[in-house]
């Protein structure tokens, strides 16, 4: 099973291939605040440490939000919109 480090944390945990972020941390209680789930208000911004590749593509509310921001560096993603098909490590 694919291993998730939340590396603000220095927690890690073994999820399901095809695990949601959202619903990992609601389980383990990692550090990564959620707000509207939806991929709207960026409350969930992070930073994928290692294991982009592992990670589903960047979905279109990603891309649209981010085209409103500046400086969003190409390892951030949003959280809330993220699943899980290998190892991982996201830093909050
Ligand atoms: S929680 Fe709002 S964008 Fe992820």
């Known amino acids: 099973m694919p291993k998730v480090h939340f590396e603000t944390d220095n927690l890690i945990v073994e999820v399901p291939r095809g ?7 609601d389980e ?4 990564l605040p959620f707000g509207c789930r939806m991929g709207s208000c960026g409350t969930c911004r992070c930073i994928i440490v290692e ?8 979905t279109n509310e990603e891309g649209e939000l981010f085209d409103t921001l500046t400086s969003v560096g190409d390892a951030e993603r949003l959280g809330c919109q993220l ?5 991982v490590k996201i830093r909050s």
């Open 51 to 58: 294991g982009m590749e592992n990670l589903n593509p960047k």
């Open 83 to 87: 699943v899980v098909r290998g190892d």
């Open 28 to 31: 383990c209680g990692a550090t």
């Open 19 to 25: 695990s949601k972020i959202p619903d990992i941390v």
